[in-house]
């Protein structure tokens, strides 16, 4: 049977190492890191993001404060607030929650943001600093990946590792950072899906990340004997969050394996606060 990966715990760790360098940087300067969040009109879900970034951010020693504005808002208004808050030495880092209304563009608003407040890793300027190997305010989610697998001490060094799911937030940078690890990557769509090709390439897969966003999708008969595989997706099914894995069946194969919830989520939130420590240190021009 797999060993389950505990992603609170490591949440944990990581936050008291983020909390222990803003105190650090926080001795030396007079202004307080203060993660802004953007959230235009209301949803529940965000609601629940925003709630956990509140009580993660505070308990490192990060001020937090939510923007609240009207989805009438046009998209104009939008970045003209943003620059607002680039411009506001306040403010150390800005998160944009999702989603925002139809007629908003989320790339061009990201795009908006001063790379050195970007609380997501998500600009442009971040994304591409990862082909350099130069990224230190990183994409959340690949982040978190890579945590839990230093964390679990997984060589990548010549691995086969298989990510499922290609979006330009999660599967792409994540891909990027794997072969900076001298991985030997794979990334399969939903054209590898279609064209029946999917379960062949996992069954290769010494390393399976899986963020597709939809509920078993990856079946426990496709993972190889011994492999590690991590479950980035998030379903709610009836009154329960499930991931993209058969999570019993691909126990009994897997070496190792993350639970949803409290794999990759957790710590997801734990990146989100090292990318607001560092954008600090960056601002303050100190090490960290
Ligand atoms: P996304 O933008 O919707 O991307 C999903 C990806 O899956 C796309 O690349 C899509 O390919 C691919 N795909 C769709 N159906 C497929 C199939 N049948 N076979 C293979 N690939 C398929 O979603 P995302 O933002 O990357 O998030 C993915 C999942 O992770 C969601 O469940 C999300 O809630 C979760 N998530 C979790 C965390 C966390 O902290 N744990 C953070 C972020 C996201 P095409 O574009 O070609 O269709």
């Known amino acids: 049977m797999a060993k389950v990966v505990d992603g609170k715990e490591i949440a944990r760790q990581m936050n008291d190492k983020v909390g222990n360098s803003i105190r650090e940087i926080r001795a030396l300067v007079q202004i307080p890191p203060r993660l802004v969040s953007v959230m235009v009109g209301r949803s529940e879900d965000a609601e629940i993001y925003i709630n956990m970034q509140r009580k993660t951010a505070e308990s490192v020693g990060i001020e937090f404060s939510v923007d609240r504005i009207d989805d009438g808002i046009t998209q104009e208004d939008l970045i003209a607030h943003i620059e607002k808050l680039n411009s506001d030495s306040a403010v150390t880092a800005i ?35 990862i082909l350099r190997r130069e990224a230190d305010i990183v994409p959340c989610t690949p982040g978190a990946v890579m945590k839990i697998l230093k964390a679990h001490e997984v060589d990548l060094y010549g691995k086969e590792v298989v990510i499922v799911g290609h979006s330009a937030i999660v599967g792409k940078p994540l891909s990027l950072m794997m072969l900076n690890e001298m991985a030997t990557t794979t990334v399969c769509h939903i054209g590898t899906f279609e064209t029946g090709n999917l379960p062949g390439h996992i069954r290769k897969a010494d390393i399976l990340v899986v963020a597709v966003g939809k509920p078993g999708i990856i079946k426990g008969d496709w993972i190889g004997e011994g492999a590690v595989v991590i479950d980035v997706g998030i379903n709610k099914v009836g009154d329960t969050v499930v991931g993209d894995v058969d999570f019993s069946e691909a126990s009994k194969k897997a070496a190792l394996i993350t639970p949803v919830p409290g794999g990759v989520g957790p710590v997801t939130v734990s990146i989100l606060m090292r990318n607001v420590s560092r954008a600090y240190s960056i601002q303050n021009k100190k090490g960290v």
Do not use: S, T
């Open 95 to 129: 998160i944009v929650q999702k989603p925002l209304p139809g007629k908003i563009d989320h790339d061009k608003i990201v795009a908006g943001i001063n790379p050195e407040k970007d609380a997501e890793g998500i600009h442009p300027a971040n994304l591409g600093r």
